[in-house]
Nanobody, 129 residues
Framework: QVQLVESGGGSVQSGGSLRLSCVAS????????MGWFRQAPGKEREGVATIDRNGRTNYEDSVEGRFSISKDNAKNTLFLEMNSLQPEDTAMYYC???????????????????????GGRGTQVTVSS
């Protein structure tokens, strides 16, 4: 059974930083594409960043250069380093795994939210101006 447990959210002022973590279990963590998604009140869930089996990353345009996704396969843990946070980054952040294993561990595009599974409750990030 896939389990994804997020942590690290909080409340910060504009320009601040946070580091999110996600501990995964129940599957071969290193073999799958992993990602971070977020959902603000009244909005649809959107992709923020993904990292594939080989460490190749992809970012949503608004976070490029400010956020950094990484993983520690030995600890089954996914990270999201967030810098220069802005009020528009306020949302519930979710860890995700690509729904199906694919040869090479490649990621689906960020906009294909249904290609990912979300097993955690999320962690809230609130940025005040």
């Amino acid at each position: 059974q896939v389990q994804l447990v997020e942590s690290g959210g909080g409340s910060v002022q504009s320009g601040g930083s946070l580091r999110l973590s996600c501990v995964a279990s129940g599957y071969a963590f290193g073999d799958f594409c992993m990602g971070w998604f977020r959902q603000a009140p009244g909005k649809e869930r959107e992709g923020v960043a993904t990292i594939d089996r080989n460490g190749r990353t992809n970012y949503e345009d608004s976070v490029e250069g400010r956020f950094s996704i990484s993983k520690d396969n030995a600890k089954n843990t996914l990270f999201l380093e967030m810098n220069s946070l802005q009020p528009e980054d306020t949302a519930m952040y979710y860890c995700a795994r690509r729904l199906r294993w694919v040869d090479g561990g490649f990621c689906a595009p960020l906009e294909r939210v249904t290609d990912y599974i979300f097993g955690g409750r999320g962690t809230q990030v609130t940025v005040s101006s």
